[in-house]
């Protein structure tokens, strides 16, 4: 009986492993499932926001000068976005922010005057970049590549580039929308059959030979087909064939390279051998844009704020490119001078001052804002496309502020009208020329 019960216990026992042997391999996949549902999920990481830096100016007056009134105009959209900024600003760095008017022929002397006492009276001062740069040489100006992370600036690169002086960034900039092209007359372009100028641009034949071709249909009974100032025309034309004044890394006037004797060549053919320029009457500057105005040529040079005076002309008028020349790949906007703001040397905390500079700023949606101003004062879509490409295709090179603003004005004059050929012309103007880089980079 008892060899019974101890075989009958074993086989119990026997039969019980091989049921949970048996269970255990059925339901292995499910049970490691669970397993892993089981397992703890990663946590997902949230990054938190680093807070914002606040600074204590303890009241400090910043002060922002400029020739013009430069509160925001409350009452506006723009006005209102800014006022809520400069409220914001004061109250972030604990400061009071003043706007302050100084007339333009006097904001230079000011500056200097008040740097050199060791009291700057302004914090941020808008001067152009030909105003700039003898400051700039004398090093009364911060380069901003010195106090601040430009990489994390919130300024685009196009903007940077733009405010580059010596290859420093010395210049604020918030915006793009710079120009310089020809306005032509639409009107004059449609009765005498010819293409328009904006689908040559759009077709990348907007050239040298195209505008000569218009400038000559267009010349007759007392029409001329270009009005111009000398220096203007000089410089477009140098810029439009791949050429340029100066080589800013070198200091070396290069105005007697092969393709800006051509450029020069060539406006010398428009006034004297094709006669297309309508001479102008003792003022370079206000005759050229009159005679358009008043319907007596059919294309000038001209930069787009220009626009606001032609509201009202008896024609309709378009807006291009500058032609290119034959060495040029593409139509550029020459751009020899340039404004924004800068910080004199002298004013405390130049970091945090930048720093107040940019918050006072619209960033989001800049592009907008000048578009929006384009389409305020161009009169179409072909004009506005031109105004936007513009940006996109500048070409800076401040040779002015090499302290050359007015060497060459009766060079040009005398090569336009053909008293000396640009070779002569040049040769005879580049020795006086180099001497004044020369003197402004410190190199005698």
């Known amino acids: 009986m008892k060899k019974f019960y101890l075989s009958f216990l074993i086989m119990t026992i026997f039969v019980l492993f091989l049921a949970a042997c048996s269970s255990g391999q059925q339901s292995s996949g499910t049970n490691n499932d669970q ?48 006022q809520e900024l400069l409220e914001a600003a004061e109250k972030k760095y604990n400061v009071k922010i003043e ?57 685009t690169q196009g903007m940077k580039d733009i405010g580059k002086v010596n290859e420093k960034a010395y210049m604020m900039k918030f915006q793009v929308n710079e120009s310089g092209g020809m306005y032509y ?44 100032d000398p220096s203007i025309i000089s410089e477009y034309s140098i810029f439009s064939n791949d050429a340029q004044f100066l080589d800013t890394n070198t200091g070396e006037i290069v105005l007697d390279s092969p393709n800006s004797i051509e450029a020069l060549d060539f406006v010398v053919s428009l006034y004297n051998e094709h006669k297309v320029i309508k001479p102008n009457e003792g003022n370079d500057w206000e005759d050229p844009r009159r005679y358009f105005t008043e319907g007596l040529v059919g294309m000038t ?35 020899s001078d340039v404004s924004g703001d800068f910080i004199p040397k002298g004013v405390k905390d130049p970091e945090v001052v930048y720093k107040i500079w940019e918050d006072l ?64 012309a040049i040769a005879k103007i580049k020795g006086e020329a180099q001497a004044r880089v020369d003197e402004f980079l410190g190199k005698k």
Request: overall charge negative; proline content about 6%.
């Open 35 to 82: 397993e892993k549902e089981s397992e703890p999920k990663e946590e997902e990481v949230v990054q938190e926001e680093e807070p914002e830096e606040t600074y204590d100016l303890g009241g400090r007056v910043i002060k922002i000068v400029d020739h013009y009134d430069r509160n925001p105009l409350i009452g506006t959209e723009f006005g209102d976005i800014r």
């Open 185 to 228: 007359n639409k009107t004059m372009f449609e009765e005498a059959g010819l293409q328009d100028p904006y689908e040559l641009q759009k077709n990348g034949e907007w050239t040298w030979e195209a505008m000569l071709d218009a400038a000559k249909k267009l010349t007759k009974d007392g029409v001329y087909g270009l009005s111009a």
């Open 361 to 424: 700023q619209i960033w989001d949606g800049w592009e907008d804002d000048v578009v929006d101003w384009f389409e305020s004062v161009l009169p179409s879509e072909e004009a506005i496309d031109t105004a936007v490409t513009m940006l996109d295709n500048i070409k800076p090179n401040y040779w002015k502020v090499y302290n050359l603003n007015d060497a060459f004005y009766e060079t040009f004059s005398n090569i336009a009208h053909g008293e000396e050929s640009p070779t002569q």
């Open 301 to 335: 040079q001209g930069w787009i704020w220009e626009a606001y005076d032609r509201v009202e002309a008896p024609f309709e008028w378009g807006y291009v490119m500058w032609p290119k020349g034959p060495k040029a790949s593409s139509n550029v906007v020459p751009l």
């Open 99 to 155: 706007y302050v008017v100084v007339p333009f022929d006097e904001k230079v002397n000011q500056l200097t005057t008040s740097i050199l006492a060791g009291d700057p009276y302004a914090d941020i001062i808008g001067l152009s970049a030909t105003q700039a740069g003898p400051l700039i040489q004398q090093d009364f100006f911060y380069a901003l590549d010195d106090i601040v992370d430009l990489s994390k600036s919130k300024m």
